[in-house]
């Protein structure tokens, strides 16, 4: 089960740091994706990360800005957010999967999305 925290309010060049927590002992097998779905638009991938950390990827909408990283110690990844814009408002999801590309498209386990808002 993958449960996402911290998204909120904040003004435009602001910062957030989402995370996304899991229960379970096989968590550091999965390779996790942070996912972004804005009002009328469609899901979209944002970040996706391996299963150790070492690789790491990210939508070109977002490179230099975000960065996402993941504890398997503590069975939570982050995406660290800054210099936020109004068009980051969206719904941000978590998803998890054994395939590094499932996990960055149609990856198999999904949290409920928490809102992310974006005032200017």
């Known amino acids: 089960q993958l449960v996402e925290s911290g998204g909120g309010l904040v003004l435009a060049r602001g910062s957030l740091r989402p995370s996304c927590g899991a229960s379970?002992?096989?968590?550091?097998?999965?390779?996790i994706g942070w996912f972004r779905q804005a009002p009328g638009g469609e899901r979209e991938s944002v970040a996706a990360?391996?299963?150790?950390?070492?690789?790491?990827s990210y939508a070109d909408s977002v490179k230099g800005r975000f960065t996402i990283s993941r504890d398997n110690a503590k069975n939570t990844v982050e995406l660290l957010m800054n210099s936020l814009k109004p068009e980051d408002t969206a719904v941000y999801y978590c998803?998890?999967?054994?395939?590094?590309?499932?996990?960055?498209?149609?990856?198999?386990?999904w949290g409920q999305g928490t809102q992310v808002t974006v005032s200017s």
């Open positions: 379970g002992r096989t968590f550091s097998s999965y390779h």
């Open positions: 990360i391996i299963w150790s950390g070492g690789i790491t």
């Open positions: 998803a998890a999967d054994e395939s590094y590309t499932r996990v960055r498209g149609r990856a198999g386990y």
